[in-house]
C-alpha cells in the first residue's frame, strides 16, 4: 500500500494536509469529478487568444489546411488539450467551421502565399540555411549594395606619370639597383657587404679599427667586417644575421641598396621580405670542403633560397664562390668547377636561364680579392678570362636592367611604417613614378591620401622611379591604418584585396608527414611583402612539365615535383594582381612549418 502526503485544497478554498491511502485517492478523485457536464465544443466566433505579454499582431496567421492523408475530426471522440488548441487557433483565425473539409481554392491560396513568401526573401528557419549564407548574413537588417570595382583611367594615369617624369627630371641620372646578398648560414654574406662598403669608402678606418678589436676580444677575428651590417648587439655575438640589414652604395655609373638577408632557416621569412625588395641576387657560396656541401644538401639554405629569389621576382643571380683563397681550396679550378658544375642544373630547375641570367664569379670576401679591382695576374690565371675579366663591382656596374615599367599606373609596395610627424612608410615604387603633391590610395582600404616629402638615402627629393626604395611621409593616414604588405596606388588605378586565387604552382618539397597536397591543405601565403594564412580549395588539373598541356582534371593530390592549377583562399584580403599584368603582384610562395613547399604565380583573383 502506497501513503501519500497531499496538501489539498477544498472547495471552500481551504488547505488541509491528508494522508490518504492509493485507494482513497482513486475515490476521492473520482467523487471531484463532474460526471453529468455537458461535452466541451470550440467557439467558432470566439476571438483568437493573445498573450499580454506579446505586442498584437494585425496579420492573422495563415491557415493550413490538413492533408488528405489526415483522418477527419471526429465530433464524437475526446480532443486532447495539444489537438484542441491547435484545431482551434487555425479555425477562430480563419473562421473556416471545423467540419468543412480544405476547398481547392483554399489549396490554391495557400501556394500562391508559399509563392509570394519566396518572392519576399522571408528568412527561413536556421538549420535549413546552408554554411555559406550564413556567412554571407548582414549583421544590419539592411544588406548594402557593394561598390561596383573603379575601372583604370589611362588618361588620368598617362597624366601622373608626365607630372612625375617632370618631377623627378635632372635628379640623378644614375639607375638604381637593389641587391640582396642570400645564401646557407656562414658563407660570408655579411662579411662580403661589409668587404663592399670598405672598399667603396663607406666605412672610415678607425671604425674597421673599432671592430677589429672587438672581434679579437670575442676571439671571431673574421667577423669584423660582418660587424658593420649587424643591425644588433645580440647578432654581433651570435655571429647570425637576424634581421635585414640596409645600406646605400653608389659608384659613378651606378647607386645601390645593399640587403643582407639571413641564411639561418629560422629566419627565412626575413629573407623573403628582402628578397622581395631586390633586383639582383648575389647567390653567396661558401668554397671551403663541407660547407658547400652541408648547405647545399637538403637540410641546407642554399637551394631555398635561390628557388626562393627566383620566386619573389629576382631575373638575375651573381653566384659568387666565396673563401677560394681558403686552405682547403686554393683557388683551385677543379673545386670551382666543381661547384659550378652540381649548382647549374637545380638553378635550371628554378626557372633561371643560366647562361644568360645566371654569373659565376670567384672572390675571397675577407681579403677583398676580385670584389672591387679584378684579380692580380698570378693568383688563379684560369679566373683571369672570366667574364671578361670584370669584378664583383665592375660587373654589377654593366650589368642589364629589366622589368621597370615608368609608364604604367603607380604600384608601391609597403615593407614598414612608423610615426613621426604624420606616417612615414618605407616602400619599393614596382611601376609608375611617384611624385611630391601627389593624391594616392592606400589599398586594400581604399584610403586617399597625399604624398608630402619623399626621401632617398636620407635625402629629399621629389619624385622617385621605378626600383628605388625610398621613405614617404604620407598626410590624411593614421599610422594604424597602414602595415606591411598594403599598396601604394594611382587614384586613377586602384588595388582592390582579394581573399580567393587561381594559381599554377610547381610543388617543390612537401613535408615528410604531409606528404600530398590536397584540398584542405592549410600554409602560410607570402606575395611581394604580404604574408597570410590560406587553405587550398580545390586541385583544378594537374599539368605536364614538358608540354605545360593540362595531364588529368580534377585530380585527388598533387605531389613533390608536380605542377598544378589550384584554387586558394586567403583567411582575409591581400592586394594581389594577375601575373600577366602585373609580376611583381603576382607571385607566390606557400610555406609550411618553416619549409617552402609550393612556388607560383596567379592567373586570376578576386
Not at 492573422?60 to 464524437?76: L, N, R
Request: overall charge negative.
Amino acid at each position: 500500500m502506497i501513503a501519500l502526503h497531499l496538501v489539498v485544497t477544498d472547495l471552500n478554498g481551504g488547505d488541509r494536509i491528508a494522508r490518504i491511502e492509493k485507494n482513497d485517492l482513486f475515490l476521492w478523485m473520482s467523487d471531484q469529478l463532474n460526471s453529468t457536464a455537458k461535452e466541451w465544443k470550440p467557439s467558432v466566433a470566439a476571438a483568437s487568444w493573445q498573450p499580454s505579454w506579446l505586442p498584437p499582431s494585425d496579420q492573422p496567421t495563415p491557415f493550413t489546411p490538413p492533408s488528405k492523408q489526415e483522418p477527419p475530426i471526429d465530433d464524437e471522440a475526446q480532443p486532447s488539450d495539444e489537438g484542441v488548441s491547435q484545431v482551434t487557433t487555425q479555425m477562430s483565425e480563419t473562421n473556416i467551421p471545423p467540419d468543412a473539409p480544405p476547398s481547392q481554392n483554399d489549396e490554391e491560396d495557400q501556394v500562391q502565399q508559399e509563392k509570394e513568401a519566396v518572392q519576399n526573401d522571408e528568412e527561413e528557419p536556421i538549420h535549413q540555411k546552408s554554411a555559406e549564407h550564413l556567412v554571407e548574413e548582414p549583421k544590419s537588417p539592411v544588406k548594402p549594395e557593394a561598390e561596383p570595382l573603379m575601372e583604370v583611367d589611362e588618361a588620368g594615369v598617362a597624366k601622373e606619370n608626365e607630372e612625375g617624369a617632370a618631377a623627378v627630371k635632372g635628379w640623378d641620372d644614375r639607375d638604381h639597383l637593389n641587391i640582396v646578398f642570400i645564401g646557407h648560414v656562414d658563407a660570408g654574406k655579411s662579411t662580403l657587404c661589409g668587404s663592399i662598403m670598405y672598399l667603396l669608402g663607406s666605412v672610415d678606418k678607425r671604425t674597421i679599427e673599432k671592430f677589429e678589436v672587438e672581434a679579437k676580444e670575442r676571439n671571431r677575428e673574421s667577423w669584423f667586417l660582418a660587424y658593420i651590417m649587424d643591425t644588433n648587439e645580440e647578432e654581433r655575438a651570435k655571429g647570425k644575421t637576424v634581421e635585414v640589414g640596409r645600406a646605400y652604395l653608389q659608384t659613378p655609373a651606378r647607386r645601390f641598396t645593399v640587403l643582407d638577408a639571413p641564411g639561418h632557416k629560422n629566419y627565412v621569412p626575413a629573407m623573403i621580405a628582402g628578397a622581395s625588395q631586390a633586383d639582383v641576387g648575389i647567390l653567396v657560396i661558401s668554397a671551403r670542403k663541407g660547407e658547400f656541401e652541408a648547405g647545399f644538401d637538403r637540410q641546407g639554405q642554399t637551394r631555398e633560397h635561390a628557388m626562393l629569389a627566383k620566386t619573389l621576382g629576382v631575373q638575375r643571380l651573381v653566384v659568387v664562390i666565396n673563401k677560394m683563397d681558403e686552405v682547403t681550396v686554393q683557388w683551385s679550378e677543379e673545386r670551382f668547377n666543381s661547384i659550378v658544375k652540381r649548382l647549374t642544373p637545380y638553378l635550371k630547375n628554378c626557372g633561371y636561364r643560366v647562361k644568360r641570367d645566371v654569373t659565376f664569379i670567384p672572390i675571397s670576401a675577407l681579403s677583398g680579392i676580385n670584389i672591387k679591382d679584378p684579380l692580380t695576374p698570378g693568383i688563379a690565371p684560369w679566373a683571369e678570362k672570366l667574364n671578361n675579366g670584370k669584378s664583383l663591382l665592375q660587373y654589377l656596374e654593366t650589368m642589364p636592367i629589366s622589368g621597370r615599367n615608368a609608364d604604367g599606373a603607380l604600384r608601391m609596395t609597403l615593407i614598414d611604417r612608423y610615426a613621426d610627424r604624420g606616417t612615414v612608410v618605407l616602400a619599393k615604387v614596382e611601376s609608375g613614378i611617384l611624385y611630391k603633391g601627389q593624391t594616392v590610395v592606400v589599398c586594400p582600404n581604399q584610403q586617399k591620401c597625399k604624398v608630402d616629402n619623399i626621401y632617398i638615402n636620407e635625402e629629399e627629393v621629389q619624385g622617385a622611379k621605378p626600383g628605388e626604395n625610398i621613405l614617404v611621409r604620407l598626410n590624411g593616414l593614421q599610422e594604424s591604418e597602414v602595415s606591411k604588405g598594403h599598396v601604394v596606388a594611382s587614384r586613377f588605378a586602384p588595388v582592390y584585396g582579394c581573399t580567393e586565387i587561381i594559381g599554377e604552382l610547381f610543388v617543390t618539397e612537401l613535408l615528410e608527414h604531409r606528404p600530398l597536397l590536397s584540398a584542405g591543405y592549410t600554409a602560410i601565403f607570402h606575395a611581394h611583402t604580404a604574408d597570410e594564412e590560406c587553405t587550398v580549395t580545390e586541385i583544378v588539373a594537374l599539368i605536364d612539365m614538358k608540354t605545360g598541356k593540362i595531364a588529368k582534371r580534377n585530380p585527388a593530390f598533387a605531389k613533390d615535383n608536380q605542377k598544378a592549377i589550384v584554387k586558394i583562399k586567403l583567411e582575409r584580403s591581400i592586394c594581389l594582381e594577375e601575373y600577366s599584368k602585373m609580376m611583381q603582384l603576382g607571385r607566390f610562395t606557400l610555406r609550411d612549418e618553416g619549409k617552402t613547399v609550393a612556388i607560383g604565380i596567379i592567373k586570376k583573383c578576386r
